[in-house]
């Protein structure tokens, strides 16, 4: 069964930077298009950054410039550097497949930029 366990999050000032990590339970793992999905209150879900198999990366409009998706397959982790923070980007983050991700989820890591 896939299993996803984000962790990483918190209170962050705007233009500040945090990092966020996933650890995948999933076999294979590193034949597999991961990405990392943010969901603010009263909005959809949202792929904000995608990384291939190869090492292929993909990012939103939104992100790009400020956040750096990587993973470590030996460790079956995700991880992604987030810097520049905005109070836009404050939502709850999870990682799963992508583009398209499976139906298990993660409970998420929770990122709020504030001063």
């Known amino acids: 069964q896939v299993q996803f366990v984000e962790s990483g999050g918190g209170l962050v000032q705007p233009g500040g930077s945090l990092r966020l990590s996933c650890a995948a339970s999933?076999?294979?793992?590193?034949?597999?298009?991961i990405g990392w999905y943010r969901q603010a209150p009263g909005k959809q879900r949202e792929l904000v950054a995608r990384?291939?198999?190869?090492?292929?990366?993909y990012y939103a409009d939104s992100v790009k410039g400020r956040f750096t998706i990587s993973r470590d397959n030996a460790e079956n982790a995700l991880y992604l550097q987030m810097s520049s923070l905005k109070s836009e980007d404050t939502a709850a983050y999870y990682c799963?497949?992508?583009?398209?991700?499976?139906?298990?989820w993660g409970q998420g890591t929770q990122v709020t930029v504030s001063s």
């Open positions: 999933l076999s294979g793992f590193s034949s597999y298009t």
């Open positions: 799963n497949g992508a583009p398209v991700p499976w139906s298990f």
């Open positions: 990384i291939t198999s190869g090492g292929s990366t």
